[in-house]
């Protein structure tokens, strides 16, 4: 089992709609927990750390479960420009970083 | 935020050959580097991590001698794919960690090397 695991996608979303999507994890000791967006060919950037209580960043809100151990992305009114693949992104105990796969979006006119 | 670069961004070679990728932090000193690998449609899989004037650590795997990390000053980091062959060709990247000790969380990443072995 992957420690971290993604739906690939691609979710495919009207602009001005909203969009959400999940991330599991294995580990239950895991400490911090990320999201991270990466466009083709590109390296990936801080999108935004997500805290236990829940929190968001303008049309991005980011949700933590420890007990079903998950992590959610919520994006509302979708820009063309928020099209890319997003990286989940869990530390271990090590505070090492485990990447998830990530997750398509392709924002649609 | 701070700022990494890495050099080359994209290199082609012949399959044999050996091949530096350097990776700096701009506006910060880096204890601490990792160095990953992405293969296309695949998440980023931590090949080391190089710790500035100590042996880098390797991750299962990962081939010590093939793949060569100096990190001879806080604010470089070199990765030699030494012999490369084509199932070497991927994407790496490394990252740079602002905190020391075992705290990585903020971690600011290079824009990447493409690395292609005819």
């Known amino acids: 089992r992957k420690e971290v695991e993604q739906d690939p996608g691609p979710f495919n979303v009207p602009e001005g709609a909203t969009v959400a999507f999940n991330c599991t994890y294995s580990n239950s000791a895991s400490q911090s927990f990320f999201w991270y967006r990466q466009d083709c060919r590109k390296e990936p950037k801080l999108l935004m750390s997500v805290y236990s209580s829940g929190n968001e960043d303008g049309r991005f809100t980011a949700q933590l479960n420890r007990a079903s151990q998950y992590i959610s992305l919520l994006i509302r009114d979708s820009k063309l420009s928020d099209s890319a693949t997003y990286l989940c992104?869990?530390?271990?105990?090590?505070?090492?970083?485990?990447f998830g796969a990530g997750t398509q979006v392709v924002v649609t006119p | 935020g701070a700022v990494v670069s890495q050099h080359p961004s994209r290199v082609i070679c012949k399959s044999g050959t050996s091949v530096k990728i350097e990776c700096r932090s701009l506006d910060f000193q880096a204890t601490t580097m990792f160095w990953y690998r992405q293969f296309p449609k695949k998440s980023l899989m931590l090949m080391a991590t190089s710790n500035e004037g100590s042996k880098a650590t390797y991750e299962q795997g990962v081939e010590k001698d093939k793949f060569l990390i100096n990190h001879a000053s806080l604010t470089l980091s070199t990765l030699t794919v030494t012999s490369a062959h084509p199932e070497d060709s991927s994407f790496y990247i490394c990252?740079?960690?602002?905190?020391?000790?075992?705290?990585?969380?903020?971690?600011?990443f290079g824009p990447g090397t493409r690395l292609t072995v005819l």
């Open positions: 992104v869990v530390t271990d105990s090590w505070g090492k970083f485990q």
């Open positions: 990252s740079a960690a602002r905190t020391s000790g075992s705290n990585y969380n903020e971690q600011f």
